[in-house]
């Protein structure tokens, strides 16, 4: 019997790549500032990439004007958004 073979193309998890970006935050907020190891070392110049490519937000993602801002904010927070966070409340 023959095993199906594997596509070449696995998706992306992003939620398991953001994690694992988490993680690496975290490792890199414990570092001593002495601390000249090669893992350290690696691990300053992930965050300083992670930093480039996420400082200057692209243009869709920067926030608009105040009046954009407080809108969306009033309809996260006074629909649906109200409504779920009541419910995990309790």
Known sequence: MQQPTR???RPIRW???????????????RLRDGDDSLRARRLRQRM???????????APLRPG??????????LRWGGAGLILAVLLKR
């Open 7 to 9: 596509s070449p193309h």
């Open 48 to 58: 300083a990439l992670a930093q480039r490519l996420f400082d200057p937000l692209p």
């Open 65 to 74: 004007r105040w009046q954009e801002e407080v809108l969306w904010k009033a």
């Open 15 to 29: 939620l398991h790549q953001l994690a694992g970006l988490m993680a690496q935050v975290s490792q890199a907020e």
